[in-house]
């Protein structure tokens, strides 16, 4: 079936520190594959996206993601946490043949001073 | 440049009753979706558009309705409110291709 797994439900992090927020999907081909921030009450803003070529991509707010087709992973990473980087974190997937956009259950961030 | 507006942010309302969570995009973007959010479930899709005239069922249909007579809005009805359906709605477009889908700040609804 269909899906896109995100494995951590809460992480907390050090100011400063570095950041991983894991992404797996399950399609039969290479989805569209994106990352959207939500801060407390308010909508999604999309971080970055990757849809082909080079599979390191770069985003907003000093994130990037690794797109690593063998393993069906796009983890999203920051060298240095901010502490206004608290928030929830979710992985979407879109098919280009396909209309909708799927999303996991997200990961909530927490940044410790 | 608005972008995409929903009305109402919060509503609470009894069982059994109905409403319009209304949701109005100003980019003319032909896709428009419609998004419930549950603690830890992540966004569930309810219903998409792919344009005026033209709507299909996502994930989680069940107890929604939708419609699509314009570009610009795309309404969720809910008939007989339950409280299974309290949740925070979130509506979304995009334009042709897969670029991002803009969001709305959500709609949040409590059934008593």
């Known amino acids: 079936a269909q899906s896109v797994t995100q494995p951590d439900i809460h992480i907390t992090v050090s100011e400063g520190a570095s950041l991983e927020l894991r992404c797996n999907y399950s399609y039969g081909a290479t989805p569209y594959l994106f990352w959207y921030v939500q801060s407390p009450g308010q909508g999604l803003q999309l971080l970055l996206k990757?849809?082909?070529?080079?599979?390191l991509v770069q985003g907003i707010k000093g994130f990037e993601a690794e797109f690593k087709r063998s393993q069906s992973s796009f983890n999203l990473r920051k060298p240095s946490v901010h502490w206004s980087d608290a928030a929830e974190y979710f992985c979407?997937?879109?098919?280009?043949?396909?209309?909708?956009?799927?999303f996991g259950a997200g990961t909530r961030l927490t940044v410790k001073p | 440049n608005a972008g995409v507006t929903q009305t109402p942010k919060f509503r609470i309302l009894k069982i059994g009753q109905s409403m319009t969570l209304q949701c109005a995009q100003d980019?003319?973007?032909?896709?428009m979706y419609w998004y419930r959010q549950d603690p830890g479930m992540g966004l569930k899709l309810i219903y998409y558009s792919v344009g005026a005239g033209i709507t299909d069922k996502g994930e989680v249909p069940n107890g929604y309705n939708v419609s699509r007579s314009t570009t610009e809005d795309f309404p969720l009805r809910l008939e007989l409110a339950a409280p299974s359906q309290t949740s925070v709605y979130f509506c979304?477009?995009?334009?042709?291709?897969?670029?991002?889908?803009?969001f709305g700040q959500g709609t949040r609804l409590t059934v008593v």
């Open positions: 990757y849809f082909s070529g080079d599979t």
């Open positions: 979407a997937v879109a098919l280009y043949n396909n209309n909708d956009m799927r």
């Open positions: 979304a477009s995009r334009g042709q291709g897969w670029t991002e889908a803009f």
């Open positions: 980019m003319n973007h032909n896709y």
